[in-house]
């Protein structure tokens, strides 16, 4: 495959915060190929398959976990990597790891912990991503964290645009490893971010319609998605309701993705560098203005009839206590928690109340909820909602 004059290339990567000797290398493999690999590896990749996409703690075997969206975006990244001529290890590694730092119960955990952190700074997804790969997971004997590349963890910082705010996590990382967060990422990384928004915006109407929280006809009043699915009952007339439900999906996916491949290839097409779509002062991958519109009028729906389920609401509140809870009784007494976090534990503050967040952020749904089951003498009920 011929690569785009503004792909990024590997040979000439930033580098790594520590740097890497020849000899440690293992493997003929690009420096991205490295990262992707280092990635799938982790502890913190392997628990993704335990933390809520949509649904917190699903019963249902079939449901979304953040470990299966990130595969699905992975592969959504790179079908569009291909398409542009970027680097597909890059793009792919980004797409993996984009949600390694939710904390268990997605959003509702999040919140929970940005309430205690209020005094210390917060608590961000996104910055406890970079965290993770930069600090905590620490598998190597010769430096802190996964060593990933600039580009790569660039790409981790600026998921959803340049940082205007930032936040005590990714300001003390950006100190020491500069990742210049006020310019756009590169294209690799303006593709992993939309790729991780084609995903969900069809992925969760397909868990939604599973559960019964949608309804195919509330999706058929977009007049965008009435159109697909009228054209697919002309071509399978014949089919069960619920395959039919499945092409719509397919159908929306193929239809997003075409469309970011025409755009972006259109606002790229001039640029000769990926220094150049960092400089550009505005996202070069990018959706047609129509399907912009009309992913919008998506995501309200959505949010109004899936998202802010009186019944998702309900289960996302008992999560965010169970979380708080969690928190209060480490901060309390930190010997609650396991033995190696307890040993490592900073005595003065901002450090120790952080650490304690640190090691929530990285449970599982169901490590915490059999966490706050030991601590608290009793079982927590109505958290899985389908």
Known sequence: MTRAPYACDPARSRGREFGIEASLARGPRSEYQRDRDRIVHSIAFRRLRHKTQVFIAPDGDHYRVRLTHSLEVAQIGRVIARALGLDEDLTEALCLAHDIGHPPFGHAGED????????????????????????????????????????????????????????????ELDAVFPLDLREWGSLEAQVAALSDDIAYDNHDIDDGLRAGFLDIDELLALDFVADQWRAIERKFPHAPPERRQRELVRSQIGLMVNDLIGETAVRARDLASSAEVRAAGRATAAFSPGLTENERRLKELMYARLYHHP????????????????????????????????????????????????????????????????????????????
């Not at 205690?116 to 997804?125: I, K, V």
């Not at 970079?130 to 910082?157: D, F, I, K, Q």
């Not at 309900?314 to 809870?325: D, G, H, I, K, M």
């Open 112 to 171: 929970a912990l940005n309430d205690a952190l209020g005094r210390y700074g917060g608590f961000d997804h996104n910055a406890q991503c970079l965290r993770v790969l930069m600090r905590l997971e620490s598998p190597y004997c010769e430096h802190e964290g996964l060593n990933l590349t600039w580009e790569l963890l660039e790409g981790l910082a600026k998921h959803n645009g340049p940082v205007g705010q930032v936040n005590w996590a990714l300001e």
């Open 311 to 386: 019944q998702q609401l309900e289960t996302a509140e008992r999560a965010r206590a169970v979380t708080a809870e969690l928190y209060a009784a480490y901060a309390q007494d930190p010997a609650l928690m396991e033995q190696g976090w307890l040993a490592r534990i900073p005595a003065e503050e901002p450090a120790r109340s952080r650490h304690i967040a640190d090691y929530i952020a990285g449970m599982t749904d169901r490590f915490a909820i059999s966490a706050h089951g030991r601590i608290y003498g009793r079982p927590v009920e109505g958290l899985s909602n389908v």
